[in-house]
């Protein structure tokens, strides 16, 4: 199973559903979405790399006001990843 359809399993009914038809769909639609995890940028490609049981959580961020608190790039939107503390 990879890591993108996999969020969906980790939202809860409070955070919008974020599935691999979504990805999908901006990608065809050639938008940019911005990852963070911690706090930092990532690209897609290492969004693939990550474990989905080491997430703690995840939010999307679509409006144009939540996206301005993060960034001043032109994106359609953005996925902010927490992971859970190793010990």
Known sequence: ???????QQCTTKKHPVFNSKNVEQNEQLNTKILY???GKEITKEFLKTIEPSNIKSMYVL???KEISRHTHQKVAGIIIIKLK???
Do not use: E, R, V
């Open 1 to 7: 199973m990879n890591t993108i359809s996999t969020f």
């Open 85 to 87: 503390k190793q010990p």
């Open 36 to 38: 963070l995890i911690d």
């Open 62 to 64: 679509k409006g144009k």
